[in-house]
């Protein structure tokens, strides 16, 4: 079987590859219902689970797939991959691997990098118990981002004002304006939402169970969207000790936002940091791989159209599934080149953090 052979053309596809490569290993799998939406099909939609080693295993490794929805295509191709070329057969009594399958199963069967309620989960991962930031730059640029109707002088205009903006301010500033994340406008980019969302709260639920008797465990979180076609950017995030150890498990190749190093901006609310605030007293190493896809700019024109027609247009339309098909191209390259890239550098990368753990 071929690499390519691993990935799928929609999320039914992608889950059923998972269960069945699953069931292929003998393994026993975990179900979790979103009831909160359904998917393009009219499908039921889960977030799946399953761990290879033992329960009690002090040593733990996270592999999560579709945090950000249409992304899963990725994540689940390396998932499967991983399944049917027997990866884990032989961990040892010391060590286990989690497979986290579809975070965000609504935004995966819609092709949205959101979920059912406009949240980016890579943002709603805050202590909602403080503040959330406050991003004042965001509300002047609302209206732009997301303007009347996306073709003719209105959406001309928007795109003037953006441009203005970025000419003003430099493109560092715009950058982290629209993708460092927002907590002002439900129906704008990279939302973080009010409270935790269903994905959140399902996430942290798998996480605190099965890292009962860990006390090391490393998350590698899979995404798609920022850098050079195929690449895998090694992205940590969080308090000192834990980037530190990143870097100290994967090398000097790993970037941060915070330290201004990496593609990504400095965001607030992230999985990296629920992942150790909610095992706070364990020894978490987290890290995002980050695959290039399409030039930035058109990552954001993507992200724009999609926000645009949930709110404002018309999906069944024939603009509106042209705009479904740019945001799917744009996280999802489907060649085979780009998935033999995906394949080789998360097998490198699960290779060193096994290494670590074991």
């Not at 079987?1 to 999320?11: E, N, V």
């Not at 991983?82 to 286990?96: I, N, R």
């Not at 995404?223 to 000790?241: F, N, Q």
């Not at 709110?311 to 740019?326: A, F, P």
């Amino acid at each position: 079987m071929t690499i390519a052979a691993h990935f799928s053309q929609s999320y039914l596809e992608a889950r059923n590859k998972f269960l069945e490569a699953c069931k292929r290993r003998g393994l026993t799998i975990a179900h979790h219902h979103n009831t909160n939406a359904d998917g393009v099909q009219g499908e039921s939609l889960y977030t799946d689970v399953v761990r290879i080693g033992k329960s009690d295993a002090p040593n733990l490794l996270v592999i999560t797939s579709g945090t950000h929805g249409v992304e899963g295509y990725c994540g689940s191709g390396i998932q499967v991959g991983l399944l049917e070329q027997g990866w884990f057969d032989d961990l040892g009594d010391d060590l286990a691997v989690l497979m986290i399958h579809a975070v965000n199963p609504s935004g995966f069967s819609h092709d949205r990098r959101v979920n059912e309620d406009n949240i980016d989960l890579n943002r709603n991962f805050h202590d909602f118990s403080q503040q959330p930031p406050v991003n004042e730059n965001y509300g002047v640029l609302h209206s732009a981002i997301l303007p009347a109707e996306w073709e003719g002088p209105a959406k001309d205009s928007a795109d003037k004002v953006l441009a203005q903006f970025a000419t003003d301010h430099g493109d560092g500033a715009f950058q982290a304006t629209i993708f460092g994340g927002q907590y002002s406008h439900a129906d704008g980019l990279f939302y973080g939402g009010t409270e935790p969302s269903w994905s959140r709260a399902t996430l942290e639920r798998i996480l605190i169970e099965h890292a009962k008797s860990a006390q090391r465990i490393g998350m590698i979180d899979v995404h798609t969207g920022l850098g050079p076609y195929g690449v895998g950017e090694l992205i940590t995030l969080g308090s000192e000790e834990p980037c530190l150890r990143a870097q100290q498990w994967y090398g000097e190749q790993v970037t941060n936002p915070d330290a201004g190093s990496s593609s990504a901006k400095p965001v607030v609310g992230t999985v990296a940091h629920g992942f150790e605030r909610i095992l706070e007293g364990k020894e978490t190493t987290f890290i995002a791989i980050e695959y290039g896809t399409l030039p930035l700019s058109d990552v954001f024109d993507a992200l724009r159209a999609d926000n645009w027609l949930y709110l404002k247009g018309d999906v069944s339309s024939d603009q509106g599934q042209q705009i479904k098909r740019q945001v799917r191209d744009t996280f999802y390259c489907d060649a085979d080149d780009w998935k033999q890239m995906i394949w080789d550098r998360a097998s490198e990368v699960i290779d060193m953090a096994l290494n670590e753990l074991r």
